[in-house]
T-cell receptor, first 117, second 114 residues
Framework: DGGITQSPKYLFRKEGQNVTLSCEQN?????MYWYRQDPGQGLRLIYY???????QKGDIAEGYSVSREKKESFPLTVTSAQKNPTAFYLC????????????????FGEGSRLTVL | SQKIEQNSEALNIQEGKTATLTCNYT??????LQWYRQDPGRGPVFLLL?????KEKRKERLKVTFDTTLKQSLFHITASQPADSATYLC?????????????FGKGTKLSVIP
């Protein structure tokens, strides 16, 4: 089945540690996104990538880093510089049709819940 | 600044009734609007998309309206069922170069009571 796989589903981190969240998709989508969701908040964009080897900061990129070495993969690293990393992280992808004005839907993974101890 | 408001954090309705959720926006000129459903601990799932030049869209028991004058979208679920209980998110995007970025509302948690 085509889709997006995020791992791990649950992750615990000690303060001062970097952690990496995995996101893999087999939908052949060019664009991939990382969102953060906090209770009572909407989804906020961390980073997005429209094509391999290119990515852009979203609204809340500070304390996070990403890479896009393969079309299928868009890992997110939560660094020790992120002051409040406890949150639910969602990875999404979209077909490149939006570049031609066809909006298209976002396909989301099941999320990764990060807790800082 | 751009702002998206979904009418309430929570909405309780009786099974069989029509649920109506509201998404209002300010300082924004969206080219299209999307609605998603999110179950607890899961990723959102796309439901419907409506463009700025469309007034209404339907899909089975779902209906979305888009009024760019009122800056509002209404999302209706007719003949609601307990299985419709979830959080519903609206998301807006501008046209052109900015269309990569969807801005999400905080969501409305719908509970359908048997």
């Amino acid at each position: 089945d085509g889709g997006i796989t995020q791992s791990p589903k649950y992750l615990f981190r000690k303060e001062g540690q970097n952690v990496t969240l995995s996101c893999e998709q087999n939908l052949n989508h060019d664009a991939m996104y990382w969102y953060r969701q906090d209770p009572g908040q909407g989804l906020r964009l961390i980073y997005y990538s429209q094509i391999v080897n290119d990515f852009q900061k979203g609204d809340i990129a500070e304390g996070y880093s990403v890479s896009r070495e393969k079309k299928e993969s868009f890992p997110l690293t939560v660094t020790s510089a992120q002051k409040n990393p406890t949150a639910f992280y969602l990875c999404a992808s979209r077909d490149r049709g939006w570049l031609a004005g066809d909006p298209g839907e976002l396909f989301f993974g099941e999320g990764s819940r990060l807790t800082v101890l | 600044s751009q702002k998206i408001e979904q009418n309430s954090e929570a909405l309780n309705i009786q099974e069989g009734k029509t649920a109506t959720l509201t998404c209002n926006y300010t300082n924004y000129s969206p080219a299209y609007l999307q609605w998603y459903r999110q179950d607890p601990g899961r990723g959102p799932v796309f439901l419907l998309l409506i463009r700025e030049n469309e007034k209404e869209k339907r899909k089975e028991r779902l209906k979305v309206t888009f009024d760019t004058t009122l800056k509002q979208s209404l999302f209706h679920i007719t003949a609601s069922q307990p299985a419709d209980s979830a959080t519903y998110l609206c998301a807006l995007a501008p046209s052109g170069a900015g269309s990569y970025q969807l801005t999400f509302g905080k969501g409305t948690k719908l509970s359908v009571i048997p």
